[in-house]
């Protein structure tokens, strides 16, 4: 079946401008993550959907950072007034119903701030 | 500081050699999760071990976990050079919501 799916694969902005990034989980998973990776880094958490319930966002590192699912299924990421240490690798998961099981990565979108 | 520490953080071995990568972490947690990512981009999930496992395999992949040391192992036997990539364990707090991964290991794995 598909995977997780993530566009753009590659953006490039100008300092000061958003962005929305977009993931789609894998069809009937209730939970959904996003992560952010710098170069040669691990991951980093940024947000935690789960079912109906509040999301965790104690990951998020600024006000400049907002994400959002609708629906329960596809989510967006919004950056506002880009910066040029967002740039990035930010990561999409989804998994069956929590962190109790195993993630399904998308193949991420390279974010470049310039 | 990162929940998971990966140890070593470079690993370069021969074609059919065994590579044994290890990870520590610092509280109780509710399961461990080994993945893999090539190229810098989508991770691959492994294995998932959770806290009253102490073993798991998975074709040529073998996971051990110490929970009194917290600390765990990946085993890759007979590796190939399709594995060369860099590897994560990522952990589940016990009250936690959140996966934390550490830094990674980077294997190269040389035909």
């Known amino acids: 079946g598909a995977g997780v799916s993530q566009s753009p694969s590659n953006k490039v902005t100008e300092k000061g401008k958003d962005v929305e990034l977009r993931c789609d989980p894998i069809?009937?998973?209730?939970?959904l993550y996003w992560y952010r990776q710098s170069l040669g880094q691990g991951l980093e958490f940024l947000i935690y959907?789960?079912?109906?319930?509040?999301?965790?966002k104690s990951g998020l590192p600024s006000d400049r950072f907002s994400a959002e699912r609708t629906g329960g299924s596809v989510s967006t990421l919004t950056i506002q007034r880009t910066q040029q240490e967002d740039s990035a690798v930010y990561l999409c998961?989804?998994?069956?119903?929590?962190?109790?099981?195993?993630?399904?990565f998308g193949p991420g979108t390279r974010l470049t701030v310039t | 500081s990162q929940q998971g520490e990966e140890d070593p953080q470079a690993l370069s071995i021969q074609e059919g050699e065994n590579a044994t990568m290890n990870c520590s972490y610092k509280?109780?947690?509710?399961?461990l999760q080994w993945y893999r990512q090539n190229s810098g981009r989508g991770l691959v999930h492994l294995i998932l071990?959770?806290?009253?496992?102490r073993e798991k395999h998975s074709g040529r992949l073998r996971v051990t976990l110490d929970t009194s040391k917290k600390s765990s192992s990946l085993l890759i036997t007979a590796s190939r050079a399709a594995d060369t990539a860099s590897y994560f364990c990522?952990?589940?707090?016990?009250?936690?919501?959140?996966?934390?991964f550490g830094e990674g290991t980077q294997l190269t794995v040389n035909p």
């Open positions: 069809s009937g998973h209730t939970a």
């Open positions: 071990i959770r806290s009253n496992e």
């Open positions: 998961a989804s998994s069956v119903r929590d962190t109790a099981y195993e993630q399904y």
């Open positions: 509280t109780s947690i509710n399961n």
């Open positions: 990522a952990t589940v707090k016990t009250s936690g919501s959140r996966l934390t």
């Open positions: 959907f789960q079912g109906n319930s509040a999301p965790d």
